[in-house]
T-cell receptor, first 108, second 114 residues
């Protein structure tokens, strides 16, 4: 069964708004990673958060991890049209398992 | 610039034919991976290799084969036994053997059946 599941499956916002994507998982993890995929391209690693961390920032990205709820969120602030992509969480419980992704559309 | 190169970008397979997808990395990474991505889906692991001359089956290895004769190269063969090969195939590598390492991806090969 899928380890990480993203919510929502699709998200459409206006440029300048914030975008929040959630990831839930079922078993204990060592770390959780977020990746971005532009249409027809490979995945690009965005951020890794370890199980003993609660929050991590990278530029306009903010990731939180709540191990008690087995969930993580990715917040993109002040979104841009160039942020349009699919975003995947990947959970590490000995091997990396990818969720099905959230497709984000940022309208100019 | 270091990176991962996958070729070809598009590939067509005839029924009963084996095809090989190329993956080369110049990042000096130990571990390499092959994933399959179907439309609107996440990635599923086909095979992975943590060191030269060694590889392990992933979750959906049936109908696929790999080799790891050189650190830089990890080709994937889609055999005629794979009855539903149409998908986007992604190759990745990581610095260490542990799953806590970020993975670096190539730009994929899209395989279709003629």
């Amino acid at each position: 069964s899928q380890q990480g599941e993203e919510d929502p499956q699709a998200l459409s916002i206006q440029e300048g708004e914030n975008a929040t994507m959630n990831c839930s998982y079922k078993t204990s993890i060592n770390n959780l990673q977020w990746y971005r995929q532009n249409s027809g391209r490979g995945l690009v690693h965005l951020i890794l958060i370890r199980s003993n961390e609660r929050e991590k920032h990278s530029g306009r990205l903010r990731v939180t991890l709540d191990t008690s709820k087995k969930s993580s969120s990715l917040l993109i602030t002040a979104s841009r049209a160039a942020d349009t992509a699919s975003y995947f969480c990947a959970t590490d419980a000995g091997k990396l398992i990818f969720g099905q992704g959230t497709t984000l559309q940022v309208k100019p | 610039d270091g990176g991962i190169t996958q070729s070809p970008k598009y590939l067509f397979r005839k029924e009963g034919q084996n095809v090989t997808l190329s993956c080369e990395q110049n990042l000096n990474h130990d571990a390499m991976y092959w994933y399959r991505q179907d439309p609107g889906q996440g990635l599923r692991l086909i095979y992975y290799s943590q060191i030269v001359n060694d590889f392990q089956k992933g979750d959906i290895a049936e109908g696929y084969s790999v080799s790891r004769e050189k650190k830089e190269s990890f080709p994937l063969t889609v055999t005629s036994a794979q009855k539903n090969p149409t998908a986007f195939y992604l190759c990745a590598s990581s610095k260490g053997r542990q799953s806590n390492q970020p993975q670096h991806f190539g730009d994929g090969t899209r395989l279709s059946i003629l």
